[in-house]
């Protein structure tokens, strides 16, 4: 069946650090790849999407590259803030299967002042 | 615009009492709807999902039960909470196949004592 596997956390940063957090998939046919972020206390809500072999989902100044050879979907932002900390996911959705999405652990990202 | 509301925010429950939590989404029609429980510092796990009025699927067997009376209701039910229940509980919806990834509701913080 489908799988997600991302980094493991949990991930402390300096603020403006580069940041990279991991994520590799398993699924048949073509699915779509999202990142969801969560904030303490809160539900998760989408951060970035990409549906399509090389699309670049980007969204508040996070991306993440759809990259079908390698199963992967990184994801990336130049310079994080202490605002940026929250547990990061990194899913997919095989579109054939009631629209259920496949969910990875999630990675706690800390960034420090 | 679309939205969705979860309550309550907060329950604290003793062990063998009922349990109801109820989700509804305003601004679509006949959206995908998903219950998942998140435990402390844990993943997401998928509970159940339903694609019409009526229509339950479960994922996993455990001491809970969802109904989708209206089209844009869900209602996760216990008879009796075990302290396992415990958790985070979280309602999603998407469209069709999913390409548009979930909204989620806000999360209902749920303590069996």
């Known amino acids: 069946g489908d799988s997600v596997t991302q980094m493991e956390g949990p991930v402390t940063l300096s603020e403006e650090a580069f940041l990279t957090i991991n994520c590799t998939y398993t699924?048949?046919?073509?699915?779509?790849l999202f990142w969801y972020v969560q904030y303490p206390g809160e539900g998760l809500q989408l951060l970035l999407k990409?549906?399509?072999?090389?699309d670049k989902g980007s969204n508040k100044g996070f991306e993440a590259t759809y990259r079908k050879e390698t199963t992967s979907f990184h994801l990336e932002k130049g310079s994080v803030q202490v605002s940026d900390s929250a547990v990061y996911f990194c899913?997919?959705?095989?579109?054939?299967?009631?629209?259920?999405?496949?969910f990875g652990d999630g990675t706690t990202l800390t960034v420090k002042p | 615009s679309q939205t969705i509301h979860q309550w309550p925010a907060t329950l604290v429950q003793p062990v063998g009492s009922p349990l109801s939590l109820e989700c509804t989404v305003e601004?679509?029609?006949?959206?995908?709807l998903y219950w998942y429980r998140q435990a402390a510092g844990r993943g997401l796990q998928l509970l159940f999902y339903?694609?019409?009025?009526?229509?339950i699927s479960s994922e996993v067997p455990q001491n809970l039960s969802a109904s989708r009376p209206q089209d844009r209701q869900f209602i996760l039910s216990s008879k009796k909470l075990l302290l396992s229940d415990s958790g985070f509980y979280l309602c999603?919806?998407?469209?069709?196949?999913?390409?548009?990834?979930?909204?989620f509701g806000s999360g209902t913080r749920l303590t069996v004592v």
């Open positions: 999603a919806w998407t469209v069709l196949e999913g390409d548009y990834g979930y909204t």
């Open positions: 699924a048949t046919g073509y699915p779509s």
């Open positions: 990409a549906t399509k072999a090389d």
């Open positions: 899913a997919l959705s095989g579109n054939t299967n009631a629209g259920k999405s496949t």
């Open positions: 601004g679509t029609s006949n959206p995908n």
């Open positions: 339903s694609v019409g009025i009526g229509q």
